[in-house]
C-alpha cells in the first residue's frame, strides 16, 4: 500500500495519541475509593466490642466542641507561625501557641500543593490524585463522602466567607455565604476585605455552628513578590488580627456547661522561595496547624511542633464533632486532642478511626490480609473487647488504667500501618495498560524510523506492506499469542486493569494491530537490511556528506531527548532549548560568512547565470541590491540572537532562576504602567505591519481593527492605559471588547479558509492559497495577541520578526532543505514556548485565558483557549512552516511531505523516549512534581503537532491536483 | 612526508600543555590558598598568560608566523598593535557570545570577562601566532577545504576542540548538585581547558594517522 509521506506521518501520531492516552490512564493511578455507593451513616457505625445489645453498643463517643471556626489562610507557611519570625509577623498567635490552651503541628500536604486538590484532601481526608490538578480548570460539585456533607446532614448549620472554590464543590451546603474569586491574582486587599467585613455580624449571632474563612490575601502576595517581601508583614498582622478578634468572640460567648469551642487556624499549602507553589518542596509541603480550644490543656512554653499529615485534620474534626468519618479518608485521628477525655471514649474514638481505615483497605488492596497494620487493628479490637468486659464489671483498678494505655497504644500502630499503606496504594500503577501504551508507541516510531529513506526521498512516497502482513500466517499466530497473552494477565491479576475492562471489540482490534504491526516492521526491515548493506559506499559518495549544521541539529535532538532523563534538565528544559537555539543561530552565522566571503568566487558564476537569466534592468542597481542582501543577510543571524537574549529576560521560568527579578514582573508593577502601554502598542503596530504584507485589503482592515480591539481589551482589564484615560478606572472583565476581536478573528480565519477552499477546487491558483494560508496565520497571530497576557507581546512580535527574516534572507537564499527548515522551526517552537513564560510545571498555565470574552466558565471554550495560548510558540511556528513550505515556487512539490514527516519524527522520539524514563523512573521522588506534569505537557504537544500535522495533508493536495 | 613538521609540532604542544600544567601548580606555592575551584580568577589569569607567553614565544622561535614581506620596524610595530587589537576585539566577541549565551549582563561581567579572556588567549592567540592579524586567512582556515597546511588542520582542531570543550562545560550548571565546579564560569572554563589540552594531544595525533589522506592546494 503506497501512501504519501505526510498522511503516513499524521496517521502514525494520530496512532500514538492512542498509545499515549492508554500509557497515562495506567500511569495515573485511580484514587482509592470505597467500594460503598452511599456515604457513611451514623445508624451504620461499628459496634463497641463486647457491650452487647444494640442500644447501648452503638454508643457513640460525645462531641467534644459545640462551635467549630476554621481560619483557612491560603499559602499559609510553617515558619510563619512557627519560625523566628513569627513573633513579629503573628503575635498574637505566637502567644496562644506557646502559652495558651492550644494543640500545635506541623502539617504535612502532599504535592500537587495546590488550592483545590488541597481543599478536597481537607474535606474528603483523602489524597486526591496527580490528575485532580488537571480537573482543578474545572471543578464540579464534590460527590464523595466528605465532612462538610456529614456537617450539613447531622443539622449542623455552616457558613462560609472565601475563595469560591468552596461554593463550588459544596453548593447548597451552606447556610450562608460570600464567595470571592480568585481571578485577579494582583488583588490581595479586596479579597480578604470580602471576608473580614462579615465577620463582626455573624460572630455577635448564634444560629451557627462550624465557620470557615478562606483568606486569599496572602497567596496572591506570594505571587505576586514572593515570601520575603514587604508585603507578606502587613498581611500577617492583619491575620493575626483576625484571629484575635474570632478568638476574643468566642471566648465571651463561652457558657459554663455547654461544650467548648474550637478555632483552627491552618494553611492550604505552603509557598516556596519564589512565591508559587505545587511542586513538593519543604516551604510548600509544611503548613501550620493550630488548634485553640479551652478543652485543651495550657501550654508551658514553646514546644517543637509535632509533625502530622494534613488529611489527619479531617478524621479529628469529625470525631470532635461527633461526626461519622468519611469512608475514603486516610487519615489518622490525631491522638494529643483526645487526651482529656474519658478512656473509654478514647479507645472508642480510635476503634471508629480503625474501623474506617481498614474497610477502606478491604475496597482498594486486595491482599488486605497482608498488611501489617490490618491484623494489628484485629488485635487491638480483640484487646478493647476485653478492656471493655472488665470496664464494664465495674473495675476501676491501675489494672484497668495499664490495660487501657496498652490498648490505645495498639490502636494507634495500627491506624499509623493502615493509614501509610493506603497513601502507598496510591503510588500503584497499572502497568500493563502502560506497556500495551507503550508498545504501541515504540511500534509506530520504529515504522517512522524504517520509513525514513522512503519518506524523504525525491517521490515522498511510503510503501507500507499492510496487504501482504494481513495475509501472512505469522500475523494470525500472533494474534492468537498476544491473545491469550491478554486473557492470561487478565485472568491472574488481581488489581484492576484499565486495559482489561475494555470491551472485547477494542481488545481485538488493538491485538490485531498491534500484530500487523509487527509484521509490517519485520517486512519492512528485511527490505531495508539488503539495501543497507550495499548502500553506505555509495551514499557515502554521493550527498549524505554531513554538513556542521547537519550534525548540530542531530546532536541537539538526541541529546535534548536523552536530557529528560535528569530530572533537573526536566525542570530547567528551557535552558536546553535557549542553549540549542544559540548554537544554532550561530551555525548559521557561520554558514551565511561562508557563503558571503569565502565562496565568492562560486557565487560570481551563479550570479551571472541569475542575471541572464532573468534579466534584471540595470546591473549597477543589481549590484547594490545583492549588497544590502549580503549584509542583511548577514545581520539576520546576530539580530536573532539579540532577541533571543532580550526574550530570556523577559520572563524567568523553571526552578533554580525563577525567583530573580525579570522584566515582565518590571512591566507588570503598577508603576511601570505607561512604559507597558507603550511597549504593548508598538508591538501591535509591528505585529501589524509584519503580518499584513501578504493579506488580501479586507483582511488588512480586519487585522488593525482587531488589533486595536486587542488593545482596547487589555485597557479595559486594566493592563495598558490609554493616553487620555489618567485614573485608574475599575477593571471590568473586557468582555465586550474581547467579543469584538474574536468575530475579526473569525472573520480573517474564514476569508483565508473561503480563498483555500477556492483555491483548491476551482481555480488551483498558487497565489490564492499562498494568500489564504498566510491569512489562516495572521487570523491565528490576532487571537494569540489576544490571548498573551501584555507584556508577552514582545514575544509574538520578535517570533514574527525572525521569520520573517529568516525566510527572506537565511532559508531561501541558503537552500536549506525541508528537513533542515523543519527542525529549526521546531526548536524556534520549543524555545518560544518557554520565552513565553511557561515551564515543565503545572502552575506556570495561565488559566485566566480560557476566561476571555466569556462571562463565565464554560468548559469546552476555556480549554481550547488555554491551550492555544499555552503551545501558541510551537503551534505558530509550525503553522509558519506550513506557509513557508507551501509558498515556495521554485521547491519541490514534495517540501510539504518532507517537513510533515520530520515534524512527526521530532515529536515521537522525545515522547517514546520519555515515557520509557517515565516508566523507569516511577518511584522517582519528584515523580509526582516534575516528571508527571512533563508527561502530560509531553502528551498535550504531541496532540497539537497530530492536528497540524492533518492540517499539512490538506495543504499538500493541491499541487498534484495542479500539476496533473 | 610531514614527519619533522609532526614531530615540531608534537614537542611545541607538549611545551605548552607543560606550561598549563605549570601554571596550575606553582601559583599554589606563591599564592597562599589557591585552589582551581576558590580562587578561579586567579587561576584562569594565570594560565591564559602563561599559556599567552609560551605560545608566542614557541612559535616566534619556530618561525611558523608567514614571512613578513617588508622588515621595516615600522611595519613590525603595526603588526604587532593590529595584533593587540585583534586579540582584544577577540576578548570583547567572546564575552559577548557568551553573554547572548545567557550569562548575566551586569551581575558577573568579571568573570564573564576573563572567560572571554581564557577562550581568546586558547584559540585567537593561536591563530595570530601561526596566521598572523590577516582576516582574510582566518576566514580562509575556517571554511570547508581552507586548511593549506598542516599547521593550519592542527589549528582548526584545536580551535574546534577548545570551543566545543566551553560549550560542553556550560551543561552542568543547570544540574541541582551544588558543587563548587557549577558555579559561573569554571565549569566552562575548566571544559575549555580540558578541550583545549585535548585538542593539543589530538592534532598531531590525528595528522599523523590521516597523513596519507592529507592533501593540500598550494597556494
Ligand atoms: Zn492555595
Ligand atoms: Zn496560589
Known amino acids: 500500500m503506497k501512501i504519501r509521506s505526510s498522511v503516513f506521518a499524521s496517521f502514525v501520531l494520530l496512532l500514538e495519541v492512542v498509545g499515549i492516552v492508554l500509557f497515562l490512564r495506567g500511569f495515573f493511578p485511580v484514587p482509592v475509593k470505597s467500594s460503598l455507593a452511599s456515604k457513611s451513616q451514623l445508624s451504620e457505625q461499628p459496634l463497641e466490642p463486647l457491650t452487647g445489645s444494640p442500644p447501648n453498643s452503638s454508643r457513640l463517643p460525645p462531641p467534644l466542641f459545640k462551635r467549630v471556626v476554621i481560619v483557612l489562610v491560603d499559602a499559609l507557611r510553617e515558619d510563619f507561625v512557627f519560625g523566628a519570625n513569627g513573633r513579629t509577623h503573628m503575635p498574637y498567635t505566637r502567644h496562644l501557641v506557646e502559652k495558651g490552651s492550644s494543640h500545635s503541628f506541623v502539617a504535612k500536604a502532599r504535592p500537587p500543593t495546590v488550592t483545590m486538590p488541597r481543599i478536597k484532601a481537607l474535606t474528603t481526608g483523602s489524597i486526591p490524585g496527580f490528575i485532580d490538578v488537571v480537573m482543578n480548570l474545572n471543578s464540579p460539585a464534590l460527590l464523595e463522602d466528605n465532612l462538610i456533607w456529614q456537617a450539613k446532614t447531622a443539622g449542623k448549620r455552616i457558613i462560609f466567607y472565601g475563595d469560591d472554590t468552596w461554593v463550588r464543590l459544596f453548593p447548597k451546603h451552606f447556610m450562608e455565604y460570600d464567595g470571592t474569586t480568585s481571578f485577579f491574582v494582583s488583588d490581595y486587599t479586596e479579597v480578604d476585605n470580602n471576608v473580614t467585613r462579615h465577620l463582626d455580624s455573624t460572630l455577635k449571632r448564634d444560629d451557627w455552628d462550624i465557620l470557615i474563612l478562606h483568606y486569599l490575601g496572602l497567596d496572591h502576595i506570594g505571587h505576586i513578590s514572593g515570601p520575603h517581601s514587604s508585603l507578606i508583614q502587613p498581611k500577617l498582622l492583619e491575620m493575626d488580627d483576625v484571629l484575635k478578634k474570632i478568638h476574643s468572640a468566642l471566648i465571651s460567648k463561652e457558657a459554663e456547661g455547654s461544650l467548648p469551642y474550637l478555632l483552627v487556624l491552618c494553611g492550604d499549602h505552603g509557598m516556596s522561595e519564589t512565591g508559587s507553589h505545587g511542586g513538593s518542596s519543604e516551604p510548600e509541603v509544611n503548613t501550620p496547624l493550630v488548634l485553640i480550644s479551652p478543652a485543651f490543656r495550657r501550654k508551658a512554653g514553646m514546644e517543637k511542633p509535632v509533625v502530622v499529615e494534613q488529611v489527619d485534620l479531617t478524621p479529628t474534626l469529625a470525631l470532635g464533632l461527633g461526626l461519622p468519618i468519611s469512608q475514603n479518608s486516610v487519615g489518622r485521628v490525631i491522638a494529643g486532642l483526645l487526651e482529656e477525655t474519658s478512656m473509654r471514649d478514647q479507645l472508642r474514638s480510635l476503634h471508629l478511626n480503625g474501623h474506617q481505615l481498614s474497610c477502606l483497605l478491604k475496597d482498594s488492596i486486595s491482599n488486605y490480609e497482608k498488611v501489617l497494620g490490618f491484623e494489628q487493628f484485629r488485635v487491638a479490637e480483640k484487646a478493647h473487647g476485653n478492656w471493655m468486659k472488665l470496664y464494664l464489671e465495674g473495675n476501676t483498678s491501675e489494672v484497668l488504667t495499664n490495660m487501657g494505655k496498652k490498648v490505645l497504644k495498639q490502636y494507634l500502630e495500627a491506624l499509623a500501618a493502615m493509614s501509610s499503606a493506603l497513601s502507598k496504594q496510591l503510588g500503584k500503577y497499572d502497568m500493563y495498560s502502560m506497556i500495551v501504551g507503550m508498545v504501541f508507541l515504540f511500534q509506530l516510531l520504529l515504522v517512522l524510523l524504517l520509513a525514513m529513506p522512503e519518506a524523504l526521498c525525491g517521490a515522498a512516497v511510503v510503501d507500507l506492506p499492510v496487504l501482504s502482513a494481513m495475509f501472512s500466517l505469522p500475523f494470525y499466530l500472533l494474534c492468537l499469542l498476544l491473545a491469550s497473552v491478554h486473557v492470561l494477565v487478565c485472568t491472574s491479576a488481581e488489581s484492576s486493569c484499565y486495559f482489561c475492562s475494555l470491551s472485547w471489540g477494542l481488545v481485538f482490534a488493538a491485538v490485531a494491530f498491534c500484530s500487523a504491526m509487527f509484521c509490517i516492521l519485520i517486512s519492512m526491515a528485511t527490505r531495508r537490511l539488503p539495501l543497507g548493506i550495499k548502500s553506505p559506499l555509495k551514499s557515502s559518495g554521493s550527498g549524505w556528506q554531513l554538513s556542521e549544521l547537519d550534525i548540530l541539529l542531530l546532536v541537539g535532538t538526541i541529546g535534548h531527548t536523552l536530557s529528560l532523563g535528569a530530572s533537573s534538565f526536566v525542570e530547567e528544559e528551557h535552558q536546553t532549548w535557549y542553549f540549542l537555539l544559540n548554537t544554532l543561530c550561530l551555525a548559521v552565522f557561520q554558514d551565511v560568512c561562508r557563503k558571503y566571503f569565502r565562496e565568492k568566487s562560486a557565487s560570481i558564476d551563479e550570479e551571472e547565470l541569475i542575471f541572464t537569466s532573468k534579466d534584471h534592468p540595470s546591473p549597477v542597481h543589481y549590484k547594490a541590491d545583492a549588497h544590502t542582501e549580503k549584509w542583511l543577510a548577514l545581520a539576520t543571524p546576530p539580530f536573532s540572537l539579540l532577541c533571543c537574549r532580550l526574550l530570556r529576560s523577559l520572563n524567568h521560568t523553571g526552578v533554580q532562576w525563577a525567583h530573580l527579578p525579570d522584566v515582565g514582573h518590571w512591566l507588570n508593577s503598577s508603576e511601570h504602567k505607561t512604559v507597558l502601554s507603550f511597549l504593548s502598542a508598538f508591538c501591535l503596530v509591528l505585529i501589524y505591519l509584519l503580518v499584513q504584507r501578504r493579506c488580501s485589503w479586507v483582511s488588512k482592515v480586519a487585522l488593525a481593527l482587531g488589533l486595536i480591539g486587542v488593545y482596547s481589551y487589555r485597557a479595559a482589564v486594566g493592563n495598558v492605559l490609554f493616553p487620555w484615560q489618567h485614573s485608574s478606572r475599575t477593571a471590568s472583565k473586557g468582555t465586550v471588547e474581547a467579543r469584538f476581536v474574536y468575530v475579526f478573528v473569525l472573520g480573517i480565519l474564514f476569508s483565508g479558509t473561503k480563498d483555500l477552499l477556492r483555491s483548491q477546487v476551482i481555480t488551483a491558483d498558487a497565489k490564492l492559497k499562498s494568500r489564504g494560508l498566510w491569512e489562516i496565520y495572521s487570523g491565528l497571530v490576532l487571537l494569540v495577541s489576544l490571548l498573551f497576557r501584555s507584556h508577552n507581546l514582545p514575544v509574538l512580535c520578535c517570533s514574527l520578526l525572525i521569520q520573517t527574516l529568516m525566510a527572506q534572507f537565511i532559508w531561501k537564499k541558503l537552500h536549506y532543505d525541508a528537513a533542515q527548515t523543519t527542525i529549526m522551526h521546531y526548536w524556534f517552537g520549543q524555545a518560544f514556548f518557554y520565552y513565553q513564560g511557561n515551564s515543565n510545571n503545572i502552575a506556570t498555565i495561565d488559566i485566566s485565558v480560557g476566561f476571555v470574552g466569556l462571562e463565565s466558565y464554560v468548559e469546552a471554550p476555556a480549554i481550547f483557549l488555554t491551550a492555544l495560548s499555552t503551545y501558541a510558540g510551537p503551534l505558530l511556528w509550525a503553522c509558519h512552516l506550513i506557509c513557508y513550505l507551501s509558498s515556495e515556487r521554485d521547491r519541490s512539490p514534495v517540501a510539504l511531505g518532507h517537513g510533515c514527516y520530520c515534524l512527526a519524527l521530532l515529536r515521537s522520539v522525545p515522547a517514546a523516549a520519555y515515557i520509557v524514563l517515565v516508566t523507569v523512573l516511577r518511584y522517582h521522588l519528584f515523580i509526582w512534581s516534575v516528571f508527571s506534569p512533563k508527561l502530560l505537557y509531553e502528551s498535550m504537544h504531541l496532540l497539537i503537532t497530530a492536528g497540524v500535522c492533518l492540517f499539512f495533508i490538506t495543504m499538500e493536495q493541491s499541487p498534484t491536483s495542479s500539476k496533473s | ?219
Open chain 2, 1 to 219: 612526508m610531514w614527519d619533522h613538521e609532526i614531530r615540531a609540532m608534537a614537542s611545541t604542544h607538549a611545551i605548552i600543555a607543560s606550561s598549563v600544567f605549570m601554571a596550575t601548580v606553582l601559583p599554589a606555592v606563591f599564592v597562599p590558598g589557591f585552589s582551581v575551584y576558590g580562587t578561579h580568577l586567579v587561576w584562569l589569569y594565570s594560565v591564559s598568560g602563561a599559556v599567552t607567553a609560551v605560545s608566542v614565544a614557541v612559535f616566534w622561535l619556530l618561525g611558523i608566523t608567514p614571512p613578513t614581506k617588508k622588515h621595516t620596524l615600522g611595519y613590525k610595530l603595526s603588526r604587532l598593535f593590529r595584533s593587540c587589537l585583534y586579540f582584544f576585539l577577540s576578548c570583547l566577541f567572546f564575552h559577548s557570545v557568551v553573554v547572548l549565551y545567557g550569562a548575566p549582563l551586569i551581575e558577573s561581567a568579571l568573570e564573564t570577562f576573563s572567560l572571554a579572556v581564557l577562550l581568546t588567549s586558547l584559540t585567537t592567540l593561536r591563530c595570530l601566532c601561526v596566521l598572523g592579524p590577516s582576516v582574510q586567512a582566518w576566514i580562509r582556515v575556517f571554511s570547508r577545504h581552507g586548511a593549506m597546511s598542516v599547521w593550519d588542520t592542527c589549528l582548526q582542531i584545536t580551535v574546534a576542540c577548545t570551543v566545543v570543550g566551553a560549550w560542553l562545560g556550560a551543561f552542568p550548571i543547570p544540574l541541582d548538585w551544588d558543587r563548587p565546579w557549577q558555579v559561573w564560569p569554571v565549569s566552562c572554563s575548566l571544559g575549555a581547558m580540558i578541550g583545549f589540552l585535548t585538542g593539543l594531544v589530538g592534532a598531531p595525533a590525528w595528522i599523523h594517522y590521516h597523513r596519507k589522506q592529507l592533501t593540500y592546494k598550494s597556494k
